[in-house]
């Protein structure tokens, strides 16, 4: 296996239990903040990685690219509504940080992992030998 994609396979694993426990956690402390930036920094990771993977179409992107600019527009939108709530209190910024998390989650780690599953690709040739 390619070294960078055992490199972004690894961050991608580490983002799914850690995205879920801060999901569970109490939010706005100390300990949801410094694990929400540990999340957002893994899945930063997990994006630029991926821009560098084109195993399937050599020298080409495939379609599971597209989530590299939701998932990097997405997070910059999420951190930004947060700190507008915290400036406004208006709780419209804290919903839009929520759902786009939450989105983030489901697109970026639980989609595009269960796409890594289809015959073909690496996860795929590596769990249904």
């Known amino acids: ?7 972004h396979a690894i961050f991608a694993i580490l983002a799914i239990p850690l995205g879920l426990l801060i999901f569970l956690k109490k939010k706005g402390t100390f300990l949801h903040k410094r694990l929400g930036w540990i999340w957002i920094l893994f899945l930063v990771i997990v994006s630029i990685s991926a821009v560098f993977i084109q195993t399937l179409n050599p020298g080409q992107f495939s379609t599971i690219h597209l989530l590299i600019p939701f998932t990097l527009i ?19 910024y804290r919903y839009s940080h929520i759902y786009t998390m939450i989105g983030v989650y489901l697109g970026a780690l639980i989609t595009a992992g269960t796409f890594t599953l289809m015959p073909g690709r690496i996860i795929h040739s590596l769990l249904f030998l």
């Not at 296996?1 to 490199?7: Q, V």
């Open 74 to 92: 997405s997070l910059i939108y999420a951190i930004w509504s947060i700190r507008k709530f915290k400036e406004t209190k208006k709780i419209k």
């Open 1 to 7: 296996m390619n070294s960078i994609i055992f490199f």
